[in-house]
């Protein structure tokens, strides 16, 4: 089974950070990194404690939001610099993990 | 590029099991993780066998839910033993990631 | 608290490839693994460069999907061989993990 090294790396946001169409353009446009998916919490929290969910008849409930996306270990480390201290991203983590390829 | 050790962990449920609110109030009161995030899957089978899914038109769809924190590795072992315990959860992961800080 | 090795694997598709019910198959009737969880994510995109969002009003919006399961690491390898080769999948990722037992 051939892999290859891969780090996973998955930005936590709201979505009244209105951060995703900047994120996504960096990502695709500038990056060109090969493949990103954005999941829709329906519920949660972040630092600030409050609890936020689908649930509630809100129209402003500002649900979460995860970027999800792999690259090779040497690529990642320019990618995150550039979301935590371009773009004030302050929720990313990564981890390693292995790419399954076909031969 | 500065990170910490952390310990990502994914509670797998179904809504049927109605233990969302009693998860989020140990993790959100008692224990004031940093942040949860919720997603619920379209859809998913477990140890059961019975797969569920959305597409059917069924009101008692009973949809995964997955319950995802992270914290401290150290954090980490007393909230599991908690969760397994005294809410009697047993399809809970972890696994080591990094959290990157913005200095 | 006991623990057992895992390995998780994720598996990377567009809802067009309309391979998700042959995958399900698979992997609930053929492999009997204990569980799978399906997500859906609101926006995506994969190595064409095609950016796939829930936003657009468009009936063929083609989001993304991903199927997540895990199990003892040694069935991992023959189930990712056969996704591979003989249902032609070429994103999956997979890591090591610890389930959590109740003793």
């Known amino acids: 089974m051939a892999t290859q090294s891969i780090t996973i790396v998955r930005i936590y946001l709201r979505e009244s950070e ?3 169409n900047k994120i996504i353009d960096f990502l695709h446009n500038q990056e060109k ?3 990103v ?3 829709q919490g329906v519920m949660g929290f972040g630092s600030d404690g409050q609890i936020r969910t689908s649930h509630l008849l809100d129209l402003s409930m500002d649900l979460p939001l995860v ?4 690259d090779l270990p040497e690529r990642i480390e320019s990618i995150v610099n550039h979301l935590q201290n371009k773009m004030a ?6 981890w390693q993990a292995e790419s399954h390829l076909r031969l």
């Not at 970027?67 to 792999?70: I, L, N, T």
């Not at 991203?89 to 990564?94: G, N």
């Open 18 to 20: 209105h951060l995703l």
């Open 33 to 35: 990194v090969s493949g």
């Open 37 to 39: 998916t954005v999941f």
């Open 67 to 70: 970027v999800e996306f792999y």
């Open 89 to 94: 991203l302050s929720h990313i983590v990564s």
